[in-house]
């Protein structure tokens, strides 16, 4: 509990990995938390079906952003079979997480379901087409 | 006289807890659920053992005795806002079901297409919602008073919306973010003339100072207990009694009904009329303790305390470097301060301050129009009532540069 504000994530809100756009991209998805007001964009580029680039954009509290910069960080080079395989509990590890109570796993999860929802295909509302 | 703060916070249990090891509890949210004296735990706790049975229509020793309780809390809270019947004054589960109850009947048998409703920028959703449900049912239209830069109505805009004889004007008496009080009295002898009724979301107002229906002179008046000290569970709609005797019904069932046939029924007199079903007999018991616990503090005192405490969170916030509180001068507001912090998300305020105890709210504290309007997504927000100190604010300012460091 207390070391919600470790280091690490700390170190990934100030010096966040993969920040950025990617235009033009392969997948573009992008979700908001309208309770607390988190948004999250992920862009990713492919080669075949591997995460070739990635970048994430957004605003959002320290768990949010730093959960979508180390989530790049872990997809960047995995097919996304290997993607979809991703779930929440290796999420809440990666982040040391495992003990956020109701209201902060869901500015954990934000990257993730970003990611999931992008690489299943689902239209997100900033799709330009 | 001064303001004996220490016998205040003996009078609330919850006070004197730990929220860690050597992290005693700062509670700066009472904005959102005030917590609750001895006097109103001990009261429901007393009727639960002693008195309980349903009420009305009882003959038994036990209904006569609830009966007598819910009944002597209406009378409470009648005289607690100067209400000149208990008949005026309606039980509902909080002030989000009173104001909806006032869009329900009297919305729905009064409004036609094309009529215009009055709400503000300033509003809680549950003083936008409603009348925006309602809006959409009727085809009502809906004009909106906006806020100003400095966290007040823009009365300017106001003036020229009454050009339209709107027919209600629903507004907040104390805004729960900026913490502006607004001008009841112009706004309701303005509406009044221009022949439009006023609905006053007093959620914020009626726990903190002295409020009278009579002098404000307006047509409704919405309000929780559980952010004045009492339970949650139960709220007031205060009405003007002839307003309340036209309105229709809200709520079909038991205790509403003067008569039932198989195919009709008559409504009972007030207040039952607007009371469906078994009511929160506890609940009101606790909030009749609670109005009693107010009034002998003294909503003046209670007043002056919080006045004196945010115009000092107000100066040593201005203090911390990228803060930026919302809302008017110490002045012009209640006990709240909502702000935010250069670089930190209010979300990661509220944690880090919670290691230390300290309880503040961050987020849109259902007013999400507002946040647009100052286009922000969220704000941290402390807010202050009888039992906080100047201490406590020493400490929330100590938390604030606790949370610069570490994002530093």
Redesign the interface.
């Known amino acids: 509990m207390?070391d919600?504000?470790r280091e690490i994530i700390?170190d990934h809100?100030?010096n966040p990995r993969n920040r950025g756009r990617l235009e033009p991209a392969d997948i573009s998805y992008e979700d908001d938390n309208?309770?607390?007001?988190?948004?999250v964009r992920i862009d990713i580029r492919l080669e075949g079906d591997r995460v070739k680039e990635i970048a994430f954009s957004g605003?959002?509290?320290?768990?949010s952003q730093a959960s979508a910069s180390m989530l790049t960080e872990e997809v960047l080079g995995k097919t996304l079979a290997e993607v979809k395989q991703i779930d929440k509990q290796e999420v809440l590890e990666m982040m040391g997480l495992e003990q956020l109570g109701p209201t902060?796993i869901k500015?954990a999860l934000l990257s993730l379901k970003v990611l999931k929802a992008g690489v299943y295909g689902l239209k997100g509302e900033t799709d330009t087409e | 006289m001064t303001f004996d703060t220490a016998k205040i916070r003996a009078d609330f249990p919850i006070l004197s807890r730990e929220v860690r090891p050597g992290a005693p509890l700062v509670y700066l949210d009472s904005t959102a659920s005030s917590q609750k004296p001895v006097a109103v735990i001990e009261a429901m706790d007393h009727y639960y053992r002693h008195s309980h049975a349903n009420i009305h229509r009882g003959v038994h020793t036990l209904a006569e005795e609830a009966t007598a309780l819910y009944e002597s809390a209406r009378e409470k809270v009648a005289r607690f806002i100067n209400a000149n019947s208990t008949k005026e004054v309606i039980f509902t589960r909080n002030a989000t079901e009173a104001i909806n109850l006032v869009a329900n009947t009297w919305g729905r048998a009064n409004l036609r297409a094309g009529d215009v409703i009055v709400l503000t920028e300033m509003e809680h959703h549950s003083n936008l919602v409603p009348w925006q449900m309602l809006a959409a049912e009727k085809g009502a239209a809906i004009e909106i008073i906006p806020v100003t830069d400095e966290g007040e109505l823009d009365l300017s805009v106001f003036d020229s919306i009454l050009q339209k004889s709107p027919k209600i004007i629903c507004f907040t008496h104390m805004s729960n973010v900026l913490g502006t009080v607004n001008p009841v009295m112009e706004i309701a002898v303005k509406a009044h003339a221009a022949g439009a009724l006023v609905l006053v979301d007093g959620a914020q107002s009626v726990p903190h100072f002295a409020v009278d229906v009579q002098t404000l002179d307006v047509d409704f008046l919405a309000f929780s207990s559980h952010k004045m000290c009492g339970p949650t569970g139960i709220g007031v709609l205060w009405g003007r009694r002839e307003l309340l005797e036209e309105m229709p019904p809200f709520l079909g069932g038991g205790d509403m009904i003067k008569r039932v046939y198989l195919r009709e029924f008559k409504a009972a007199d007030l207040p039952n009329k607007f009371e469906a079903g078994t009511p929160a007999i506890a609940e009101g018991v606790g909030l009749g303790a609670a109005v009693e616990y107010l009034s002998s503090v003294g909503m003046k005192s209670i007043h002056q305390h919080e006045q004196a405490l945010i115009a000092d969170a107000l100066e040593r916030l201005e203090e911390v470097p990228g803060v930026k509180v919302y809302g008017p001068i110490a002045e012009r507001k209640g006990g709240v301060a909502a702000f935010t912090l250069a670089g930190?998300?209010?979300?990661?305020i509220a944690?880090?301050l919670d290691?230390d105890g300290i309880a503040v709210r961050?987020?849109?504290h259902c007013a999400?129009p507002l946040?647009d309007r100052y286009q922000i997504?969220?704000t941290a927000r402390a807010s202050f009532y009888l039992y906080n100190t100047f201490g406590e604010v020493d400490k929330l300012i100590e938390g604030l540069y606790k949370v610069k460091k570490?994002?530093g």
């Open positions: 207390d919600m504000y700390l809100y100030k309208p309770l607390c007001g988190d948004r605003q959002g509290c320290a768990i902060r500015c | 930190v998300h209010p979300h990661d944690q880090i290691r961050a987020g849109h999400m946040h997504p969220a570490l994002f």
